[in-house]
């Protein structure tokens, strides 16, 4: 069974901060793709970052950054500097050929 | 590319009626869509696989004959709710299937938010 775990619902730091949203997975297949979602209070899910389980090289883009650890089974989303912007609720999901398989979620505010 | 729109974006119904949804790939062609559903501030869990052409495939818990999904074109699946009650209240977000290479990308509509009166 797959199963994606962000054990962090609610995180609230202050712009310029820093901030690490953790996300877990357990698969038993071999061949998976891990994703990050942003989902503003639109609703609307917005694309970050797909990563197939044989890359695990860490990837920047921007002011983001991911860390994956296959041998802890860890995909964590790092948001440097943040801004009142990157107010929303983060979604870490799984998919091994299926459809995906969502986390519950980190609900992340940056205030002023 | 790879666009994905969902209509309406918002409907408010009253309790007993059905509400259609559609979901449209729109400068691709999608074998496979999926329904999703999102209470609020919850997750999204998928409610069911919609395959062009045949009958789609729901997830445990999910009332099908409640649920009523039809893939008659590889640009549209629709979603309607019958009879709705309140507690169908929700986000609804679709998703459509394409091959990128080996790997099956999938891309979200916008999503639907039914409020059931």
């Known amino acids: 069974a797959q199963k994606v775990t962000q054990a962090q619902t609610e995180i609230s730091v202050v712009e310029k901060e820093d901030v690490t949203l953790d996300c877990v997975y357990e698969?038993?297949?071999?061949?998976?793709?891990l994703f990050w979602y942003k989902q503003p209070p639109s609703g609307e899910l917005v694309f970050l970052i797909r990563?197939?389980?044989?890359?695990?090289q860490n990837e920047i883009s921007g002011r983001y950054s991911w860390n994956f650890q296959k041998s802890t089974s860890s995909f964590n989303f790092t948001i440097t500097a943040s801004q009142v912007v990157d107010s929303a609720v983060y979604f870490c999901?799984?998919?091994?050929?299926?459809?995906?398989?969502f986390g519950k979620g980190t609900s992340l505010l940056v205030t002023p | 590319g790879a666009v994905v729109s969902q209509h309406p974006s918002w409907v408010i119904c009253k309790s007993g009626t059905s509400v259609k949804i559609e979901c449209r790939s729109l400068?691709?062609?999608?074998?496979?869509m999926f329904w999703y559903r999102q209470f609020p501030k919850q997750s999204l869990m998928l409610m069911a696989t919609?395959?062009?052409?045949?009958?789609?495939?729901?997830e445990q818990g999910v009332e099908k004959d409640k649920f009523l999904i039809n893939h008659a074109s590889l640009t549209l699946s629709t979603l309607t709710v019958t009879s709705a009650h309140p507690e169908d209240s929700s986000f609804y977000i679709c998703?459509?299937?394409?091959?990128?290479?080996?790997?099956?990308?999938?891309?979200f509509g916008p999503g639907t938010r039914l409020t059931v009166l």
């Open positions: 998703s459509a299937r394409v091959t990128s290479g080996s790997f099956y990308e999938q891309f």
């Open positions: 698969t038993r297949d071999t061949t998976y793709y």
């Open positions: 990563r197939n389980s044989f890359d695990e």
């Open positions: 999901a799984l998919n091994s050929g299926y459809a995906l398989n």
């Open positions: 400068d691709f062609q999608a074998t496979t």
């Open positions: 919609s395959n062009e052409g045949s009958k789609a495939t729901y």
